[in-house]
C-alpha cells in the first residue's frame, strides 16, 4: 500500500458520510494498493494505515473508527463475509521486549494477521501480529486476541483471548 495515498484517502473519506459512498471509499481503496473484493462496506472513521499488504474479500463490513495497521512486510488478509465492529483494532507491528537496552520496546517486528470467512470481530477488540483465525470465529467485545485460533465456528473472549465455546451444531 502507498502510505501517501492512504493519506490522501482518510482526507477524502473524512468529508464523506459515515455509512455512505461505499462504491467511491473501494475505488479510493484500490487505488492506495488495497486488494479490495465486491459489496465491501468500509466506514468513513476506519483508518487505514501502513506499507504493507492489504486483502479484503467479497461482502465485508468494517465499522466506525476501526484501525488496521499492516507494517511491512507483513500483510492483513481480511476473507469475504466478515464484520468487523466499532472501534476493532488489528495490528501487524509490534517490538521485541528488550530489558538491557534503554527502551523495553527493543526492535520492531511485523507478523501478518489473517482473518477467516465469515468471522465477527466485536467492538473494541483487539487483534495482535501473528494471529490466524479460522473461519466463522467470533471474538466477543472487547477481547484481545494474542494467539491464534485452532478450531473453526467457535466463541473467543477474555483478555487474553480464550476459547468459550463452539458456535453452531
Not at 491464534?148 to 487474553?160: F, H, K, R, Y
Request: aromatic content about 6%; some cysteine.
Amino acid at each position: 500500500m502507498s502510505s501517501f495515498r492512504l493519506w490522501v484517502y482518510r482526507r477524502l473519506t473524512g468529508w464523506l458520510p459515515e455509512s455512505r459512498c461505499f462504491g467511491f471509499k473501494r475505488r479510493l481503496l484500490r487505488w492506495a494498493g488495497v486488494r479490495i473484493g465486491t459489496n465491501v462496506r468500509v466506514y468513513s472513521s476506519a483508518e487505514i494505515y501502513g506499507t504493507g499488504a492489504l486483502e479484503i474479500g467479497d461482502d465485508v463490513h468494517i465499522g466506525s473508527g476501526v484501525f488496521i495497521a499492516a507494517v511491512a512486510p507483513a500483510k492483513v488478509v481480511v476473507g469475504s463475509h466478515v464484520d468487523i465492529g466499532p472501534r476493532a483494532m488489528i495490528l501487524t507491528g509490534s517490538h521485541k521486549v528488550d530489558c538491557n537496552g534503554e527502551h523495553v520496546a527493543g526492535v520492531g517486528t511485523a507478523e501478518s494477521v489473517e482473518i477467516g470467512d465469515g468471522c465477527w470481530l466485536g467492538a473494541r477488540s483487539v487483534i495482535l501480529p501473528g494471529v490466524k483465525m479460522p473461519r466463522k470465529t467470533l471474538v466477543a467485545a472487547g477481547s484481545v486476541v494474542a494467539k491464534s485460533v485452532a478450531d473453526e465456528q467457535v466463541l473467543v473472549a477474555g483478555v487474553p483471548a480464550v476459547v468459550k465455546k463452539k458456535l453452531g451444531s
